[in-house]
């Protein structure tokens, strides 16, 4: 990862506009920017310099929800297939044969009573991304989605093995994925890298050898590894040899833990696996040591309230396990995990921990700073998006009703 050279014609990158921030992809900078030069940002070889034009001007006043979309924002904990769009699936299954339950609308689709439901038809909706085109779309179509509500690097999950298991050369799908990446990136200014994620359901063996398939072929897009799918009954030590693996070979390495599994599952994924950061992680407010230690350490934690509430903790948000993590100085970001599937958004997330748990402004601004500081970017650009997303978030709360 690192920063890239300007292109000679750089496409202008068009954010939506925001109380004295006009944001664009041409090298300069307004005549009122105050600060340090925007900094340009970049991973890989394909990186591009993004510098920001801030044009400080008076503007309306805007409600909370205008406020929450207009936030940059940091993705952690995104699944792929889980943004499929019901409409995009429905496409998809009918073009490869796939049959899915009856429905009246497609959203249809996308209701279930509990967690092992919505795994079934997330594995349908797998089964109905087969070719290069199909992923290019459903990346592109997401992606497109995110930009529209401020967010401006993801670091998304996708799982191999399963796509693999229908049929799918693992080529194919990384490929089709990138494309999809590096259209959206051109187009809409987001961007965006890859992690792959072992289905803790499959056997130990499995998820060693999608690591050896992810080096065997490597794409620089593809930076680290994960682990999700049911936490119980599949402890994190399952997998030990696979994540030791792929941290000789320098992948970045984070693991679904504590969604729906004990409080030791954080310290096994911190000190076996090596885990740079922990998705979900509820439960280790269960262990008052361990929390202390999460606490004191900075380990961030990628938190999705829709979705965990829709499988685990109920529809009252008031008493939904992210309160209390805050509460203990837990650092937490938040995100959307399967968006169309739990009928979220990257915002309507973050309007759910709003005034149902009693955050404001500045504690949203805190979560959007700790999902910089928890993402696998490189340090000095860690630092630049501090300052200059701080100065931008101070903004838009300036402007809040």
């Not at 500081?373 to 630092?383: C, E, I, V």
């Amino acid at each position: 990862m690192g920063v890239g050279k300007l292109p000679d014609n750089p496409r202008p990158i068009i954010l939506p506009r925001q109380k004295g921030l006009i944001i664009t992809g041409a090298a300069r900078v307004s005549p009122a920017w105050k600060g340090e030069a925007p900094a340009t940002v970049g991973m890989g070889k394909r990186a591009c310099a993004l510098p920001l034009y801030v044009d400080h001007r008076e503007g309306n006043p805007m409600d909370l929800s205008t406020f929450l979309k207009r936030l940059p924002k940091v993705s952690l904990h995104v699944h792929l297939a889980g943004t499929v769009q019901p409409s995009t699936l429905v496409a998809l299954a009918g073009k490869n044969s796939v049959v899915l339950p009856a429905y009246r609308a497609p959203e249809d689709l996308y209701h279930y009573p509990d967690f092992p439901q919505f795994i079934q038809m997330l594995d349908r909706v797998m089964a109905s991304i087969r070719d290069r085109a199909d992923f290019h779309r459903i990346t592109y179509e997401t992606l497109q989605q995110a930009a529209e509500h401020g967010v401006r690097h993801r670091e998304m999950f996708w799982n191999p093995t399963t796509h693999m298991a229908c049929g799918v050369p693992y080529a194919t799908a990384v490929d089709g994925i990138i494309d999809g990446i590096r259209d959206a990136r051109t187009d809409f200014g987001i961007q965006c890298v890859l992690i792959a994620a072992i289905n803790r359901a499959g056997t130990p063996e499995l998820g060693f050898e999608m690591v050896q398939t992810v080096l065997a072929q490597p794409r620089e897009e593809v930076v680290g590894i994960g682990m999700d799918y049911a936490e119980a009954g599949n402890p994190p030590e399952k997998f030990w040899k696979a994540y030791r693996l792929a941290g000789e070979r320098g992948l970045r390495r984070t693991a679904h833990a504590c969604e729906d599994g004990p409080a030791r599952n954080v310290e096994t994924c911190l000190d076996l696996l090596g885990c740079e950061r922990i998705d979900h992680g509820y439960h280790v407010l269960e262990d008052e040591q361990m929390t202390k230690r999460c606490a004191e350490q900075g380990v961030v934690f990628s938190c999705c309230p829709r979705s965990t509430a829709a499988v685990y903790f109920g529809q009252d948000l008031t008493r939904h396990p992210i309160r209390e993590m805050a509460r203990q100085g837990l650092k937490i970001m938040i995100d959307c995990d399967d968006p169309p599937m739990f009928q979220t958004d990257p915002t309507s997330d973050y309007v759910a921990i709003a005034e149902p748990m009693g955050f404001g402004p500045e504690d949203v601004r805190e979560f959007v700073l700790n999902g910089i500081d928890g993402s696998w970017l490189d340090d000095p650009t860690k630092r630049r998006w501090r300052r200059e997303w701080s100065r931008e978030i101070d903004a838009l709360i300036a402007q809040l009703d």
